[in-house]
């Protein structure tokens, strides 16, 4: 049986311990699923690193993968390229053609790969700006592009495979397999050095906490494979022998499901949102009694409790609500639904109630990019499972809460350190132990929960972060903004307030004839001034990656003074106090 330390290792494992998985990866291409079995799977991959040593490729080198969807090729090309000694730089693919080309240049990678035209039309308007890079493939065929397929095609000579397999052998669990770029509140973007070990040992240390059925279960993947937490997924469905069937979109998960009909998937909480609302909407058009057994039984599963805790009455009635209401729920989700797996931003312990209640449940973890990345979650097994909480951590992973309350992470998944940035490393970086820059709380019975954020960075309820000072300083370059302060922390999307620079919009007004009153009341309820604000936040939201765009703004009539509260004497954003002289106005861009 093949021993895992590097990531590679993974798709040798679930061949000799599943032998010839015939649907381990599965991708939709023209209306038909196109299977790839595990021993194709390692094939391909074989040819792929026979192919880049012929390219020239030295251990250590760079790599970049960017796709808009979750694809076999990815898996393929990952094992490729780290077979090799290189490591693998996977860049999200909606990001600004500014942080290509600033992630291209710092990693220094000298190929890259990419799914589709429209990833490729971004790379080609600054690959005269990286230098170093010598070639792009595309994994779709698309004209003036290499394919893939020809360095598949290269590589079915197989008289250097004794090279790959020395450079195999040569590369020790602890070296770096990959560098994932995330947002940093310095405008650019840092890159996180992970190990072969740091990933290897997530994987095996969270996977006594999914009960997979080994060898048994289906998972529908469709969460960008460029984070961490879906690729380390997809290396832990490789362990337990899982079949992988790839999304071909958010937008059509729902088909997707019915067709795949999986057993797990993993989400992000907003997906889980779109989902309730969904079946809520369904639940508003019935009439008569069936309307009144649908709420009747959403109400009781708001109030779920885990282990039997609300008594025999309650678990009498959900067996019944289960029967005739939840169990059509499960049918609409494919039927074989069996667990969710949540990570990236905070669940609504409402979703969790009620999708266990399902019998559906949602194992909430928590994790970094820089922790490769679970640091805890849930397991509904042995009392595992606690509403409103991230689990117990992982074996291996040492969890403290330090003196002003921040979660403190240790173990051998904590990354190797920011790439090229010694200074960042040391910040977060002491004795050992990783600052998450979350505050959170350890209870008597060992389960981890996030109370606040340390820093000013958030995410959506979609799991991205936002840097808001950022977008902020951003926006400030408009002569119409003033003041703003981006809000939408495990909201699903970002918003903002914004207090206009009241002398510039008067006389842009007076030169438009414009009639904007004279009270700054006045001004901020003005269609024409509130329309002339969008055009200039449209500007500046084209510079950011889309999830980073402001969606919805309110104008607010007061300036924003220190002496009004809005500010500090040295005119920084005091934040808490500025969202609660706004909850009008929070409640009327989120409700």
């Keep these: 049986m093949t021993t895992i330390t590097r990531l590679f290792d993974f798709p040798y494992y679930q061949q000799d311990k599943f032998k010839n998985i015939p649907d381990a990866l599965v991708i939709k291409q023209n209306g038909s699923w196109i299977k790839t079995s595990t021993q194709e799977y390692i094939t391909q991959a074989n040819a792929i690193s026979r192919a880049l040593l012929r390219l020239g ?14 694809r076999t090729e990815w898996n393929v090309v990952d094992i490729g390229i780290l077979q090799t000694g290189a490591q693998n730089v996977p860049i999200y693919p909606t990001i600004s053609e500014d942080d290509y080309q600033y992630i291209l240049n710092h990693s220094g990678a000298i190929y890259c790969f990419v799914s589709d035209s429209e990833v490729l039309r971004k790379i080609n308007l600054i690959k005269d700006k990286v230098p170093q890079l010598k070639d792009v493939y595309s994994f779709d065929s698309i004209s003036d592009c290499k394919n ?3 360095l598949l095609e290269a590589g ?13 052998e040569s590369i020790h669990p602890h070296d770096l397999a990959t560098i994932i770029y995330t947002s940093g509140t310095t405008g650019k973007p840092k890159g996180v050095m992970l190990s072969h070990h740091n990933i290897v040992s997530n994987v095996l240390d969270s996977a006594p906490r ?8 289906r998972a529908l993947s469709f969460l960008p494979v460029c984070h961490i937490f879906e690729r380390m997924i997809l290396y832990l469905y490789q362990y337990y022998g899982v079949s992988i069937y790839f999304g071909e979109s958010i937008e059509k998960i729902s088909d997707n499901i019915k067709e795949v009909q999986p057993t797990v998937i993993t989400a992000v909480p907003r997906l889980l949102e779109k989902v309730y609302d969904k079946i809520y909407a369904k639940g508003n058009d019935l009439t008569g009694l ?12 708001l109030r779920y409790e885990p282990y039997g805790a609300n008594g025999w009455w309650y678990e009498f009635q959900l067996k019944i609500a289960r029967k005739i209401i939840f169990s059509k729920w499960k049918e609409g989700l494919g039927g074989r639904l069996e667990l969710m797996v949540s990570g990236s931003a905070a669940l609504q312990p409402r979703l969790s109630r009620i999708f266990a209640a399902a019998q559906i449940p949602v194992m909430e973890g928590y994790g970094l990019s820089e922790t490769s990345p679970v640091i805890a979650v849930n397991d509904l097994r042995n009392k595992g499972f606690k509403i409103g909480t991230v689990g117990k951590p992982i074996r291996n992973v040492e969890v403290k809460i330090a003196e002003d309350g921040e979660i403190l992470c ?8 920011y790439y090229k940035d010694e200074a960042k490393t040391a910040e977060v970086i002491e004795n050992g132990y990783f600052h998450t820059g979350d505050i959170g709380e350890i209870d008597t019975e ?22 808001p000072q950022i977008i902020e300083n951003a926006m400030k370059q408009s002569r119409f903004i003033e003041q703003i302060m981006v809000i939408g922390d495990g909201q699903k ?3 903002a307030f914004i207090q206009p620079n009241f002398e510039f919009v008067r006389e842009w007004a007076k030169i438009h004839k414009i009639d904007i009153g004279s009270t700054n009341e006045n001004l901020v309820s003005n269609a024409k001034v509130i329309d002339r604000i969008q055009e200039e936040i449209n500007e500046i939201n084209s510079k950011f990656g889309h999830w980073e765009q402001i969606k919805k703004f309110e104008l607010t009539p007061d300036i924003w003074t220190p002496d009004n509260g809005h500010l500090t004497p040295t005119m920084k954003l005091k934040r808490k106090i500025v969202l609660e002289k706004y909850q009008d106005l929070f409640t009327k861009i989120y409700c």
């Design 410 to 417: 240790k173990g051998p998944n904590v990354m190797m350190g």
């Design 290 to 301: 069936k309307r009144k057994l649908f709420f009747w039984a959403n109400d009781l599963g």
């Design 156 to 168: 079915t000579d197989v008289s250097n495979q004794e090279e790959v397999d020395a450079r195999k």
């Design 210 to 217: 999914i009960p997979f059925a080994e060898g048994k279960s």
């Design 493 to 495: 999307m970002p918003a």
């Design 57 to 70: 490729i030295q251990k250590d080198d760079k790599i970049a993968v960017i796709s808009s969807n979750n």
């Design 446 to 467: 060992g389960f981890l929960k996030i109370t606040d954020r340390k820093k000013e960075m958030f995410k959506t309820s979609g799991g991205k972060y936002i840097a």
């Design 148 to 150: 893939w397929k020809e």
